[in-house]
């Protein structure tokens, strides 16, 4: 299948009252799948894992990120840090699964061996037999490869192309939006945290999140309280890279005695009965209420396998009250329900982008915006990628063309007429 032309992606950067959704290619296609992952995913700050996954120092614990090799590590500092899981020596896999080496990362095929913060420091008879030094090996040189990481409400971010700008740039506008929400925040233990395995490309549980349109079908619980005339669209003016719905009638969680979570504090009126569902682009859903939060990190697995691993936040005290973890798993298991609904129909849209005579569909002016702004993003992100590798190209036809004559026919060989 053919990638998306400059026109049909053009389609889909126009205004929502009048763009097409994107291709069936971008839902379907191995090399679609591939664009996306250098120009959407490796380009941007994406989700890989939690805080959470390396709470002690000395942790560790491996990630495949689209066939990247990734190490998240927490240093003796308590600091999180990622790197390249790959040894500088032969290029062995480092650790294979989740542990703590406490203080020395060791690779098993010749034991080199790197601190938390990357650097080497043992080569063994590196230079023969009891020799652990050699002249050409200098270890400064030769640390693990470190890849750009942000940790924001617990998320782990990663910008594995390294030009993306810095986080609290890129994420300003949604930083500045939650400013009153940075309070200390706590993960809710073991029955806090679950994952779906769904059947979709990872770009529908995306543009399905950001959209309360399907609430009244999809979610009739939900619906029975918080309506779909109860919620309003998240469009920052001043940011392209989030979107989202929120609700103006949050209903809290209740005991059966009434006894309800301890809450964040000093918020301002708008988060009494308020509550807010973002996508933070690429690839990580975020929901924020007064007392308590959750954050979803979309891994694709294949062009039409997403695992959505879901995260579920509290106040501090909320989170380490003993007494309040039979609250903490009602919790748990209302929010499985409600992303549990999502599978069909995301699943449906999948099978739907198999339809041959599908041309991406169509926005509701009125309804759409946040998704809509969503595939824009990504169309722009393309764009963006084609058109740098096409100067790159042209520098490099200059480059040539300005060389000494016998510089370019060992570049470009001369066929004979």
């Known amino acids: 299948m053919p990638l998306a032309s400059r026109s049909e992606l053009d389609a889909v950067r126009a205004a929502t009252v009048a763009a097409r959704g994107l291709p069936n290619a971008h839902y379907t296609s191995r090399e679609a799948f591939e664009e996306e992952k250098r120009a959407v995913l490796f380009s941007h700050w994406s989700g890989v894992g939690f805080g959470k996954d390396v709470p002690r120092p000395g942790d560790v614990r491996p990630v495949d990120f689209l066939g990247v090799p990734l190490l998240l590590v927490r240093d003796a500092d308590g600091a999180i840090g990622v790197f390249q899981n790959t040894c500088r020596h032969?290029?062995?896999?480092?650790?294979?699964?989740?542990?703590?080496?406490?203080?020395?990362?060791?690779?098993?095929?010749?034991?080199?061996?790197?601190?938390?913060?990357?650097?080497?420091?043992?080569?063994?008879h590196v230079g023969g037999p009891g020799h652990n030094a050699h002249a050409a090996i200098r270890p400064e040189e030769l640390g693990l490869f470190r890849v750009r990481?942000?940790?924001?409400?617990?998320?782990?971010?990663?910008?594995?192309?390294?030009?993306?700008?810095?986080?609290?740039?890129?994420?300003?506008?949604?930083?500045?939006?939650?400013?009153?929400l940075e309070q200390p925040i706590a993960h809710g233990g073991p029955g806090s945290s679950f994952e779906l395995d769904v059947r979709t490309n990872w770009k529908l549980a995306?543009?399905?999140?950001?959209?309360?349109y399907h609430l009244p079908w999809v979610h009739p619980g939900l619906n029975s309280y918080s309506r779909l005339q109860d919620h309003y669209d998240i469009l920052d003016e001043t940011a392209s890279n989030f979107s989202g719905q929120g609700t103006r009638v949050y209903r809290r969680l209740?005991?059966?005695?009434?006894?309800?979570?301890?809450?964040?504090?000093?918020?301002?009126?708008?988060?009494?009965?308020?509550?807010?569902?973002?996508?933070?682009?690429?690839?990580?859903?975020?929901?924020?209420?007064?007392?308590?939060?959750?954050?979803?990190?979309?891994?694709?697995?294949?062009?039409?396998?997403?695992?959505?691993?879901?995260?579920?936040?509290?106040?501090?005290?909320?989170a380490e009250d003993p007494d309040l973890a039979?609250?903490?798993?009602?919790?748990?298991?209302?929010?499985?329900?409600?992303?549990?609904?999502?599978?069909?129909?995301?699943?449906?849209?999948?099978?739907?982008?198999?339809?041959?005579?599908?041309?991406?569909?169509?926005?509701?002016?009125?309804?759409?915006?946040?998704?809509?702004?969503?595939?824009a993003w990504v169309a722009d992100a393309i764009v963006a990628r084609?058109?740098?590798?096409?100067?790159?190209?042209?520098?490099?036809?200059?480059?040539?063309?300005?060389?000494?004559?016998?510089?370019?026919?060992?570049?470009?060989?001369?066929?004979?007429?």
Request: proline letters at 6%; one cysteine or more; a negative charge.
């Open 90 to 124: 032969r290029g062995m896999i480092l650790v294979e699964a989740p542990t703590n080496v406490k203080k020395v990362i060791r690779c098993p095929y010749h034991s080199w061996c790197y601190g938390l913060d990357g650097a080497l420091k043992a080569t063994p």
């Open 149 to 180: 990481s942000h940790v924001w409400r617990d998320v782990v971010f990663v910008d594995v192309s390294g030009e993306a700008p810095p986080f609290e740039q890129a994420a300003a506008a949604l930083l500045e939006r939650w400013g009153e």
């Open 206 to 212: 995306v543009e399905n999140y950001c959209e309360s």
């Open 254 to 318: 209740r005991g059966e005695d009434g006894t309800v979570f301890p809450e964040h504090e000093n918020l301002s009126t708008k988060w009494d009965e308020g509550a807010e569902y973002v996508a933070l682009y690429p690839n990580v859903l975020f929901g924020v209420h007064r007392d308590h939060s959750f954050a979803i990190v979309l891994e694709p697995l294949d062009v039409e396998r997403t695992i959505e691993r879901v995260e579920i936040y509290y106040p501090t005290a909320a």
């Open 326 to 375: 039979g609250m903490r798993e009602a919790n748990a298991r209302l929010w499985h329900t409600v992303f549990s609904e999502d599978i069909g129909v995301v699943e449906g849209m999948q099978r739907g982008r198999h339809g041959e005579l599908f041309d991406g569909g169509r926005f509701s002016p009125a309804m759409d915006g946040a998704t809509h702004r969503f595939h």
């Open 386 to 417: 084609r058109e740098a590798a096409a100067t790159a190209a042209d520098s490099g036809s200059d480059a040539v063309r300005n060389a000494s004559p016998e510089f370019a026919e060992r570049v470009i060989p001369v066929v004979p007429a």
